[in-house]
């Protein structure tokens, strides 16, 4: 109530106040990460294509947001099949350690950690010990954006 009094507000301002305070939700594409590797998904720049998304909701204004559920064991015990991980195409500044999704010129979507980085070739790992690291030539990585989060 004091914030009322200082405010000089009513209960109803206060509430209207805060509904235009929050965040814009939007649907955002979402895809098995092992459909991603087909083709068709994705358009040159790394944004989803309309056909074959389901959608989920999230509280952003950004376009360059989708998701992808986690299938198989390379990235466990971190992430697990099922996890939902949201990734950012605006999100293309990487750094050793980071958890990113890469597009190969191979036709293959991966998530993975970047081991090691340089002009020349991405080292890619995954979580698992199990699996052994990938070395890409930087010429065939047609994209690669940040893990901003992941649902489990």
Avoid: C
């Amino acid at each position: 109530m004091r914030v009322l009094q200082a405010s000089e507000l009513s209960l109803a301002e206060f509430a209207a106040l805060a509904d235009d305070a929050a965040p814009q939700r939007r649907a955002i594409p979402l895809l098995g990460l092992a459909r991603a590797g087909d083709e068709g998904f994705f358009d040159d720049a790394g944004l989803p294509m309309a056909e074959g998304w389901d959608q989920t909701d999230l509280p952003t204004h950004k376009d360059s947001l989708f998701s992808l559920t986690i299938d198989g064991d390379s990235m466990e015990p971190v992430y697990r099949p099922g996890d939902r991980v949201i990734v950012d195409l605006d999100a293309t500044e990487v750094r050793r350690g980071d958890r990113v999704v890469v597009r190969t010129a191979g036709g293959e979507t991966l998530a993975k950690e970047i081991a090691a980085l340089n002009g020349r070739e991405v080292v890619l790992a995954s979580l698992n010990p199990h699996y052994e690291p990938r070395i890409l030539p930087r010429d065939q990585v047609l994209w690669m954006a940040r893990i901003l989060w992941v649902s489990q």
